[in-house]
């Protein structure tokens, strides 16, 4: 295949000869048969006189293909179809001119249930009788599935779509309904209004029975219908969402300078979804966990995750849909950019809820966490065949992305970066675009080299950590690459990052603004109080203290000094946490730090106290002696709190007070805390009585509570959780009994989690809560991974077209795990198979393994000697 759009020579890509204009596209699914009738006319333009043209199907039945050039019809000779490449080749008898041409293709396709391409998705009625909807996923490349195309992000066309569909349902799509007529009584041909240049990732259509809420835009020229769809009797959950809609739009509107370009906005909750949510342009479709919010019955988490979930997509809508990708080398421009700015709008919007803060807990460390193990990539990362593209939507293109975005917006200010993505969206309106454009943008509004800062940052692999030194009243600073495996090599230790320092105070001696360190080492003298690096954990690195300097923090933190800030206090137990797993400082240095955070009380650190404390009781599971003295330490640490906050909710308390009761709880229970484990089963045994206890645990602790039961329970209490699974009327309620679910003891149980983890019970997008409850259970993980070994032909055939949920099914059971002796069983089990669309993840699976089981064996007489020293 030759490249249209790059100078690289081994891109799959279809052939330049004939580019697509418009589409004009007619589908009349069948819920009968599970099966669609499709009909296009593609106006194309022919480059140079050719006797092929050659398109991206898959998984469909081409009955007849002509084209038509100057009023005459062509039909070819002969069609070829290359499955590997998902290309079919039309083979005509004479060369076709140069100039515009219609190729006209009828075909079928199949309504499967794999979450990818045109898809059904099933639901129950108040009858419970099984229905169906229609919905589209085509990023990256399952276009192809729903109709010939040229599927690929530089193949930019117009599209006029019309669906077929019965009277009763409810037709959506990218644009506004332009027309209706009814075909026959119980049929009726829904149009719909012609597209902008758009990409085939982003085209979208859906059919069901759909109800919807709606509001409107008020702050801009033309306004913007926003609804929420739902299926019958959920659109009520949509309000929130709906309610920040507008606002988000407006917002956005306002700092890129560029109105939302269309006329409407749907978003649309979707049973069986693979992913979070998807950003087609006008019609933004949502795993329905990720859009529904049920104020009385929802756990607040879920309130957050709709938030920036929907900011998220609506990003996604100026950077993406309206400046696209050149090709999926840059897919982070997309992703990392649309989490910080969906991050920038719900800041704005809750201010109250620290988001920056969670940013930091959350996607920082994902990204900084899978960027230290030598099986990451790169941000930018080439991408030749499509086959290779799900593998990068990681915690690299989005967590790191983002990480990596807020840094340069820090350090060039936040106002002249979007001055920058203003400068940038306008110059590329209805294009394509490149990373290089984006830093072109930011340098002429800057007036600083920005790709000079950048590509150590996005071009190679990996993440800075700061060495800090003191000798003889002199702080030296020096950086070399960080690995969770502390065994860099020299050839691995050569890129010089430019490195924001955020020394706080400032050191004098510094005179560069920003403090960018740009050679291997830098020194000033040590200041006569406390200081920090990384000042608000906006650098993308880790800082390894010496034990002076930390002792200058902790005190700083105990005595509440605003020298450590938030984020600040975050972001030292995520570094001193991470370099003890990894071996750049003892455990019990950690252990050490911890202590001086006894007067801790945000949801932001402890998240991260408890998360990280909790991890080494885990991943040292096996040990008894550390494992139950780490429970000990964890028990101290979390008593004052767990006193402080109790089991109730009162009204109007604040927002991050709510999340933090539960960080504690879950804390505690997973210790054995004695009072919280006795008024955990106390409440449960009220829940389970009847309706009427309902309110004794809130929705925000629940799946804390059914964790502890199952723990220190057995069979009644399983029994109860898996009822209340089966009864639960809501998604959300089905996602905390799963991730509970996992956390039984006994063997007959552990079995009876994972058959219904691929029973008809569990909707195949939902297995991973299943599988991360039990990979956090330690009586349970290494049965998960015998479970996988034994299931590897249903699971490998289940997610075929969703390689993305196979690679979790390989990472989680994994994820936890510190058995040395498992890898090579891992890479015998694996040595066999064809694992190319899921290398990634079991290379970071395998590197994880060895990390956990290198961290205990490291540990284990030193972190026994400082337990038994300090009373554990």
């Not at 700083?556 to 938030?566: H, N, P, Q, R, Y």
């Not at 996988?788 to 249903?794: E, G, H, M, P, Q």
């Not at 002796?821 to 899921?838: L, M, N």
Request: with cysteine; glycine share 6%; aromatic share 10%.
């Amino acid at each position: 295949m030759c490249n249209k759009t790059s100078s690289n020579p081994d891109r799959v890509v279809l052939p330049a000869n004939v580019t697509p204009s418009h589409y004009t596209l007619t589908i009349t699914p069948d819920f009968k048969e599970f099966t669609f009738g499709g009909y296009v006319e593609i106006n194309v333009t022919i480059h140079e006189a050719t006797k092929t043209v050659k398109v991206n199907t898959k998984d469909l039945t081409l009955k007849t293909t002509s084209i038509e050039i100057d009023g005459k019809t062509h039909e070819p000779v002969s069609t070829t179809h290359d499955e590997h490449h998902d290309t079919t080749t039309f083979n005509f008898e004479h060369e076709l001119p140069k100039g515009s041409a219609v190729l006209r293709i009828l075909y079928d396709g199949i309504l499967s249930d794999k979450m990818a391409g045109f898809y059904r998705s099933s639901y129950k009625d108040t009858e419970g009788n099984t229905k169906y909807m229609g919905v589209t996923q085509f990023e990256a490349t399952d276009a192809r599935r729903a109709f010939p195309c040229w599927d690929e992000p530089s193949a930019k066309a117009t599209y006029s779509i019309s669906l077929v569909v019965p009277t009763e349902l409810v037709a959506l799509s990218n644009m506004p309904v332009s027309s209706v007529t009814q075909v026959e009584p119980e049929q009726k041909t829904v149009n719909f209004e012609k597209t902008p240049i758009m990409s085939t990732y982003l085209v979208a259509w859906a059919v069901g029975e759909f109800e919807y809420i709606e509001t409107t835009t008020t702050k801009l020229e033309k306004p913007v219908t926003c609804r929420v769809y739902t299926l019958p009797g959920l659109k009520e959950q949509g309000r929130f969402a709906l309610e920040i809609t507008p606002k988000v739009l407006e917002y956005f509107s306002e700092i890129f300078g560029t109105a939302y370009p269309l006329p409407k906005l749907d978003h649309l909750a979707v049973p069986d979804f693979d992913a979070g949510a998807m950003e087609n342009w006008g019609l933004v479709t949502y795993r329905t966990v990720a859009l529904l919010f049920d104020e009385k019955t929802s756990d607040l988490r879920f309130k957050e995750q709709v938030a920036v979930t929907v900011a998220h997509e609506i990003a996604h809508q100026w950077f993406g849909n309206l400046v696209t990708m050149e090709w999926w080398d840059h897919l982070w421009l997309n992703e990392g950019f649309a989490t910080w700015v969906g991050t920038l709008a719900v800041d704005h919007l809750f201010p109250k809820w620290d988001t920056w803060s969670t940013f930091v807990v959350d996607d920082m460390q994902r990204g900084i966490g899978l960027d230290s193990l030598r099986s990451s990539h790169p941000i930018e990362v080439p991408v030749n065949d499509p086959h290779e593209i799900h593998q990068i939507f990681d915690a690299i293109s989005y967590s790191k992305g983002a990480s990596v975005i807020r840094m340069l917006s820090n350090w060039l200010t936040v106002d002249v970066f979007l001055a920058g993505i203003r400068r940038y969206l306008k110059k590329h309106e209805y294009e394509n675009a490149t990373t290089d454009d984006l830093w072109n943008a930011l340098s002429e509004e800057s007036k600083v080299d920005v790709r000079e800062f950048m590509n150590t940052w996005t071009r190679v692999i990996g993440i800075p950590i700061l060495d800090i030194k003191e000798t003889d009243g002199v702080v030296t600073v020096e950086q070399h690459r960080f690995l969770s495996t502390n065994d860099v090599k020299p050839e691995e230790d050569e890129t010089i990052w430019w490195v924001p320092l955020g020394v706080h105070p400032k050191p004098a001696s510094i005179a560069d603004p920003n403090q960018t360190l740009k050679s291997r080492s830098l020194s000033f003298e040590v200041p006569e109080s406390a200081y920090l690096f990384n000042k608000d954990y906006s650098g993308v690195f880790r800082t390894n203290y010496p034990p002076s300097a930390i002792s200058r923090i902790g005190k700083a933190i105990l005595e509440g000094s605003d020298l450590v800030g938030l984020s600040d206090r975050a972001g030292l137990v995520a570094d001193i946490a991470s370099l003890s797993k990894s071996g750049h400082t003892a455990t019990s240095n950690f252990l050490d730090l911890v202590q001086y955070y006894k007067n801790e009380e945000t949801y932001v650190v402890w998240e991260l106290l408890a998360g990280r404390v909790g991890e080494i009781a885990s991943i040292f599971a096996d040990d008894e002696r550390i494992n139950q003295g780490i429970k000990h330490f964890q028990r101290n640490l979390v008593d004052r709190m767990v006193s402080k906050l109790g089991w109730e909710f009162p009204e109007g308390e604040d927002y991050l007070t709510s999340r933090l009761r539960n960080v504690i709880l879950r804390s505690a229970g997973r210790a054995g805390h004695e009072a919280t484990v006795a008024e955990a089963k106390r409440r449960f045994a009220l829940f389970v009585s009847g309706p009427a206890h309902d309110s004794i645990l809130h929705p925000s602790i629940r799946q804390t509570a059914f964790e502890i039961v199952l723990s220190q329970g057995g069979e009644e209490e399983f029994r109860h959780i898996l009822k209340y699974f089966h009864d639960a009327p809501k998604q959300d309620q089905q996602v905390i009994a799963l991730l509970a679910l996992g956390f039984v003891q006994q063997p007959e149980l552990i079995a009876e989690v994972q058959a219904l983890a691929i029973s008809e019970s569990v909707r195949p997008q939902d297995i991973f809560y299943v599988l991360a409850g039990l990979s956090a259970n330690p009586a349970s993980r290494r049965a998960t991974w015998d479970w996988v070994k034994a299931n590897w032909n249903t699971l490998a055939n289940r997610y075929k077209s969703s390689m993305s949920m196979l690679g979790a099914c390989v990472k989680y059971p994994l994820s936890q795990s510190s058995d040395v002796t498992i890898i090579k069983e891992v890479k015998e089990f694996f040595a066999d198979k064809d694992t190319k669309d899921f290398q990634r993840a079991l290379d970071q699976a395998l590197e994880g393994l060895d990390v956990n089981s290198a961290w205990v064996a490291r540990e284990q007489q030193g972190l026994s000697e400082w337990l038994s020293a300090n009373k554990y």
